[in-house]
């Protein structure tokens, strides 16, 4: 089982920077996949970034040039610097685990941490 623990939202006016972190734990062989979801009110939760245990990365099209996604493997930890912030990213970003391996190497259920609230002031 993989849990999924996130750090670093909050509060921050338009233009400014936030960086999210979100820290695997638990008993597993490895995570292919970590990337960030977020679900603002009345809408769908949809993809922010993701990364690769590779380093292959993948960008929404609206965050792209300002958000930087990056992992350390050493520490199973995933972080998201987010620069240029606006109000419509404001929502609650979530941490996902796919292409997980348990400690047999077979494959399981993806993860998903509990959620961290950005807020964005205009």
């Known amino acids: 089982q993989v849990q999924l623990v996130e750090d670093g939202g909050g509060l921050v006016q338009a233009g400014g920077s936030l960086r999210l972190s979100c820290a695997a734990s638990?008993?597993?062989?490895?995570?292919?996949?970590l990337g960030w979801r977020r679900q603002a009110p009345g809408k769908q939760r949809e993809l922010v970034a993701s990364?690769?245990?590779?380093?292959?990365?993948n960008y929404a099209d609206s965050v792209k040039g300002r958000f930087t996604i990056s992992r350390d493997n050493a520490k199973n930890t995933v972080y998201l610097q987010m620069n240029s912030l606006n109000a419509e990213d404001t929502a609650v970003y979530y941490c996902n685990a796919e292409g997980v391996r348990d400690v047999w190497r077979r494959y399981t259920n993806a993860a998903w941490g509990q959620g961290t609230q950005v807020t964005v002031s205009s």
């Open positions: 990364i690769t245990s590779s380093g292959s990365t």
């Open positions: 638990g008993r597993f062989f490895s995570i292919n996949v």
